[in-house]
C-alpha cells in the first residue's frame, strides 16, 4: 500500500485529491461510516444499451466478479453518459469497491445519490456488497424550487444504506432527534413530548439560502440530515470518511459530535469552502503531485495550495 498520511490515532484530515489515488493508501477497515454525495449523471447527452452484471444468488451465474461471486449478465441495462465523465457508472463503481474494503466489519455506508440513478446504484451495491447487506433505501423529501406541471415534481432525494456485516453493524437510534407525531392527539402525552423515531422518510429543508448554515458552496447537504446519519452509525471517537466531500458537511457534523473524520476533494473551492468551515479542526493535505513534480505534499506540511489556502483562511477569518 502506498504511504498514508492517516494513523488511527491522528488528527482529522482535509486532502485536496483525486479520491481515485487517494483512497488506495488508506488501510482496510479503518471507518465506521462512509458518507458519499457523488456528482450526479446529470449530463444526458447520449444513451445507448450497454451490458451489466448483477449478483447471482445462486452462485450458478455466467460471470465470475468482485468477491468472486457469481453474476448474470443483465442485456440491455441503460447507461447514461454524464458530461464530465464519459461511463459515470464505470467512474463510480471502483470508489464503491474500495468503500467496501474500508469499512469496518461494524460499519455503514450511505450513498446519496438522486431518483435518476439510484436504482443503477442499488444493483452495483448489490453486487458489490451482497444483498443481505442491503439495510435502507432514505428518502430525504424537500419542498423548494419550481414544481413541473407535466409530471409529479420530483422533490427528493435517495440515499441507499448498506452494511458490512449484517451480523455486526452498529446502528443505534437513542441519539437521533425525534419527530411530532402526525395525529398527537392520538398518543399519550409522555409520547407526544418525547416524539416518535423517523422513519425511512426525512422530511428536510434544503440549505437555506440565506441561513448561517450556508457556505456558498452549490452542492451543499444539510447538517440535519447529516446528522441522522453520524448518530445512528457511528460512535464517539469512531472514523467517518466522505470522499466526494464539496463544503464538508459530513467533517462539520462529525467534528460537532465527537468524531473523527477524513474529507476528501479534487475540487480546489471545496477545499478553500472546507478551510473556512473545518479549518481549526483538520489538517488540510494537498494538492496532487502535479506532472512535474511540483505539489503534492502529503506530510502535513501543507504545499503550495496550503499556503494559499492559509491566506484565503486568514482573509475570511480577517487575519490580514
Ligand atoms: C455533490 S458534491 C458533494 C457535496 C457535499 N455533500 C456537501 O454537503 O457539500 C460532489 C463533490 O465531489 C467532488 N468530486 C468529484 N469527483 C471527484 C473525485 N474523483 N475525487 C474527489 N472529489 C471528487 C466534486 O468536486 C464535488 O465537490
Keep these: 500500500m502506498a504511504e498514508t498520511v492517516w494513523a488511527p490515532d491522528g488528527s482529522n484530515l482535509v486532502v485536496h485529491a483525486d479520491n481515485a489515488s487517494f483512497l488506495p493508501t488508506l488501510p482496510d477497515g479503518a471507518f465506521t461510516l462512509i458518507y458519499v454525495d457523488p456528482p450526479f449523471n446529470t449530463g444526458r447527452v447520449q444513451r445507448r444499451q450497454e451490458t451489466r452484471m448483477v449478483r447471482n444468488a445462486d452462485g450458478d451465474g455466467d460471470r465470475v466478479g468482485f468477491k468472486g461471486r457469481s453474476y448474470d449478465t443483465i442485456k440491455g441495462a441503460l447507461h447514461s453518459y454524464d458530461d464530465a465523465f464519459s461511463d459515470y457508472w464505470s467512474f463510480l ?115 437555506s439560502p440565506t441561513g448561517r448554515e450556508k457556505t456558498g458552496y452549490p452542492t451543499q447537504k444539510p447538517e440535519g440530515l447529516i446528522r441522522r446519519v453520524v448518530t445512528a452509525s457511528s460512535r464517539k471517537g469512531d472514523w467517518c470518511l466522505d470522499f466526494f466531500a464539496g463544503s464538508g458537511t459530513l467533517g462539520a457534523v462529525a467534528g460537532k459530535l465527537g468524531r473523527k473524520f477524513v474529507c476528501v476533494d479534487q475540487n480546489e473551492q471545496a477545499i478553500e469552502v472546507m478551510r473556512k468551515r473545518l479549518g481549526t479542526k483538520a489538517v488540510f493535505h494537498g494538492p496532487p503531485a502535479s506532472p512535474d513534480g511540483s505539489g503534492g505534499s502529503l506530510d502535513g506540511s501543507g504545499g503550495a495550495l496550503n499556503e494559499s489556502l492559509h491566506s484565503v483562511g486568514d482573509h475570511l477569518h480577517g487575519n490580514s
Design 93 to 207: 463503481e471502483p470508489k464503491l469497491v474500495e468503500a467496501w474494503r474500508l469499512l469496518a466489519d461494524d460499519g455503514t455506508l450511505y450513498l446519496h445519490l438522486d431518483y435518476r440513478e439510484v436504482h443503477y446504484a442499488k444493483v452495483m451495491l448489490d453486487a458489490i456488497f451482497g444483498r443481505e447487506c442491503f439495510l435502507n433505501e432514505i428518502i430525504w423529501a424537500y419542498d423548494y424550487g419550481a414544481r413541473a406541471k407535466n409530471r409529479w415534481p420530483t422533490k427528493h432525494d435517495n440515499i441507499l444504506v448498506y452494511v458490512k456485516n449484517p451480523a455486526k453493524y452498529h446502528f443505534d437510534n437513542e441519539e437521533v432527534d425525534r419527530e411530532p407525531y402526525m395525529a398527537p392527539g392520538l398518543v399519550t402525552p409522555a409520547k407526544r413530548e418525547r416524539g416518535k423515531l423517523p422513519t425511512d422518510v426525512w422530511w428536510h429543508t434544503i440549505v
